[in-house]
């Protein structure tokens, strides 16, 4: 049997710039954090002529041609599985259509071991690039490739999104002190709302191929506001961090009217109210996780439990996609 795992992510700061129809033209730039809440999946071979496959729902199919979930049947094409009668079972500590880049992690751990059961030997960025190309070229789902990246590659990365395709990978330098203070102080709590992130991303995806200027100028300083955001973390000014969160998130709902809805709004309010510097919706909006950078977190945990939010408690990830049992 062969397991691996892939971490989920919260994304530190750019986020929405690394979808094709921005990048391509003006280049994006964001930091992504994987944290330990994982994705698994299980591999192994079976002793009849079938694929079995388990997610929240069970397939019984005689030929990869056959298998209704998507991004399993684009996975074994990619790696010329035809012939091959195995089980493939998947996991996950958090469910999907939270905003914490599920898809990405599915997508990555997958590959990761299929390559393993056929004794292949790929690279972390190789890793990446395979999952990119089976979501965004093959399924044609408008989304972005942080998620991907970054539940390949682990840490507190950034990544630059360039024209031409490329990705350039780079760990955030964060003193010890100021990681330890970071992850301590970042609090993240469920909605109870889940969403797909496909039908919020298109509509900014739609508009960045029509050049709508307002989307444009919005992506150009959510850009600016991650490197800003970089330089807040790596001179050690988390204060500032947790400002320039509250900023992006302002910008982040003008992207869309389903960005955010009077219930999180109003969780929201209660957060800064109540011991919270800054924070936003995980992902690309509409519900999921809210995050928050905080200074006084006893007091901001019991605010949000008591007005019935709960609390996922996290610690940052440094391994990214990895081989767990083989």
Not at 160 to 180: C, H, I, M, N, S
Not at 200 to 205: A, F, M, N, T, V
Not at 261 to 268: G, L, P, Q, R, V
Request: charged fraction near 25%; include cysteine; proline fraction near 3%.
């Amino acid at each position: 049997m062969i397991i691996t795992r892939s971490p989920l992510r919260i994304s530190l700061g750019g986020g929405g710039t690394d979808l094709p129809s921005y990048y391509e033209k003006h280049s994006g730039f964001l930091i992504a954090a994987a944290i330990d809440k994982y994705v698994y999946i299980t591999i192994h071979k079976t002793f009849v002529k079938e694929l079995l496959i388990k997610y929240s729902k069970l397939e019984k199919v005689d030929h990869v041609g056959n298998i209704e979930h998507p991004i399993i049947r684009e996975c074994l094409r990619e790696l010329e599985m035809p012939g091959s009668y195995i089980e493939i079972a998947s996991l996950a500590d958090i469910p999907s259509g939270t905003g914490l880049g599920s898809s990405g992690s599915f997508t990555t751990a997958l590959l990761k071991a299929l390559h393993t059961h056929n004794n292949h030997i790929v690279s972390t960025r190789f890793l990446a690039e395979q999952a990119c190309e089976i979501e965004l070229e093959r399924l044609r789902e408008p989304i972005g490739k942080q998620d991907q990246y970054i539940a390949s590659f682990g840490g507190i990365t950034t990544f630059e999104f360039l024209p031409d395709g490329r990705v350039e990978v780079a760990p955030v330098k964060l003193p010890k002190e100021t990681q330890y203070n970071l992850e301590d102080n970042l609090v993240l709590f469920f909605t109870g709302y889940s969403r797909s992130a496909s039908s919020i991303l298109k509509e900014q995806d739609d508009k960045s191929k029509q050049d709508n200027d307002e989307i444009s100028n919005n992506l150009h300083f959510v850009k600016e506001l991650g490197k800003r955001s970089l330089d807040a973390l790596e001179s050690g000014n988390l204060t500032e961090f947790g400002e320039l969160m509250n900023v992006h998130w302002e910008h982040k709902k003008k992207r869309s009217g389903n960005m955010s809805n009077s219930k999180i709004d109003e969780w929201y309010e209660l957060a800064i109210k109540n011991g919270a510097v800054g924070g936003k919706l995980i992902g690309a909006g509409g519900g999921g996780f809210l995050m928050f950078y905080t200074e006084n977190k006893m007091k901001l945990r019991h605010t949000l439990m008591d007005a019935g939010l709960e609390e996922v408690r996290f610690r940052f990830d440094f391994e990214g996609t990895k081989v767990v049992v083989q």
